[in-house]
């Protein structure tokens, strides 16, 4: 398990985390608060609560790992 959708990608078995496309949406929209003329201070709290799961089944028929179908009825991506 990896906490980086690129070392899956790369062939690492499964990651489990927050998705960086999210985070850097999330970014932007502060950024863009700020410079309209937000202070930093006045802006909420916010996290990501989206969390992806993208398995590599390349790398899982390599070690000769079955998935179960409804695990990757779950994920978020299947890298084949």
Known sequence: ??????????GGLASYAVSFH????????????????????????EGIDRIELVINLKTAKDIG???PPNVLARADRVIR
């Open 1 to 10: 398990m990896f906490d980086f959708l690129s070392h899956v990608t790369k």
């Open 22 to 45: 999210e985070m850097g949406r999330l970014s932007a929209k502060y950024v863009q608060r700020i410079l309209t003329g937000v202070k930093p201070q006045d802006l909420p709290v």
């Open 65 to 67: 790992l079955t998935i």
